[in-house]
């Protein structure tokens, strides 16, 4: 769908016709604290670490490729009226960097991916000194943004840090439990089968932590074009490798790697479609795959059932 952009100036008219005294720093004890996220991964820590004191508005729904979102008018407004923005950074969004730029002048405005050390970050292969955004795919990496998130609501809500502290630690045993179930179930997996091929680049962190060799269609970001020395450098290492699936993303279309499967029977093998990963988005509301948790199960669940099941049959 073909999204207004909006400009810094009409951000600013917009922005500045809603004066909020609510958002000076500091929570009103009852009020339910105002919170923007843009992924659905955000939105879900915020749920889990707030509770009901908050309420979250995800701006980047299921399904949506955030490396190419645009601010609505709606979101806009949305933003403006928030009284703490959470969003990735390591330009997930990065079509919104003017926004988000214009929104810290006086709203808190936090990437979760701050607290992070940079050493533990992967560098991005396409742009010179820019990281690799994708970071949720390491649950252990992914558990330090839930300490950002509680870390700043505490300091915008001080009376409710001992909640928030107690929400962020149960949170992160679930979480800990995850990282021992991915664990666990790429353990199933030959090692010489543990091989991850998608349409864009986004399971580096995945790979690094977990002891997959990954490879994407595209970069890191969707907004590269996918040309035709692509699919057939795939297809070579598809058809070399013996590689017996391939996963479709969510919230990218899966058109190129229809191209890919072609071009890996033209010389003589076959791949399969090994399912639909959630893996800039999440699933719908309301279903397993539409918390981070259920994302990350769903995910590693399809995987493992793909790959190790013959190849063919
Ligand atoms: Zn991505």
């Avoid at 100036?9 to 009020?31: E, F, N, R, W, Y």
């Avoid at 918390?291 to 059932?305: E, F, K, L, Q, S």
Wanted: charged content about 25%.
């Amino acid at each position: 769908m073909q999204r207004l952009y909006i400009s810094v100036c009409l951000i600013a008219i917009l922005v500045g016709s809603g004066c909020d005294p609510k958002k000076q720093p500091g929570a009103t004890a009852g009020d339910k604290i105002r919170v923007v996220t843009m992924i659905g991964m955000i939105t879900d820590v915020v749920k889990n670490v707030g509770g009901p004191r908050v309420e979250v508005t995800g701006m980047v729904e299921p399904g949506v490729d955030p490396h190419f979102y645009n601010p609505t008018p709606k979101d806009v407004q949305r933003l403006g009226s928030a009284h703490i923005i959470f969003y990735n950074g390591l330009y997930l969004e990065a079509k919104m960097g003017d926004i988000l730029a214009k929104m810290s002048e006086d709203t808190p405005t936090v990437a979760v991916t701050d607290a992070v050390d940079r050493s533990l970050l992967l560098k991005s292969a396409e742009y010179d000194g820019l990281y690799d955004p994708h970071l949720w795919f390491d649950v252990k990496l992914w558990m330090q943004t839930v300490e950002k998130v509680r870390d700043a609501l505490s300091e915008y809500d001080a009376d409710n840090t001992a909640l928030y502290r107690s929400n962020a630690e149960r949170y992160l045993t679930k979480l800990m439990e995850l990282n021992e179930y991915v664990k666990s179930q790429v353990e199933r997996v030959p090692s010489q089968q543990r091989v991850l091929v998608t349409a864009h680049d986004c399971f580096n962190y995945f790979g690094e932590a977990y002891g997959f060799e990954v490879r994407g269609l595209q970069g890191i970001s969707t907004a590269s074009e996918v040309s035709i020395a692509d699919v057939q450098e795939l297809a070579t290492f598809i058809a070399e490798r013996r590689i017996s699936a391939m996963f479709v993303e969510s919230s990218v279309s899966s058109r190129s790697l229809e191209a890919v499967k072609a071009a890996v029977k033209s010389k003589g093998f076959d791949v399969r479609i090994g399912g639909v990963l959630f893996t800039d988005a999440m699933g719908n509301e309301g279903t397993p795959e539409g918390t981070y948790i259920g994302m990350i199960r769903y995910n590693i669940d399809t995987i493992v059932h793909a790959l190790i099941e013959k190849s063919g049959l």
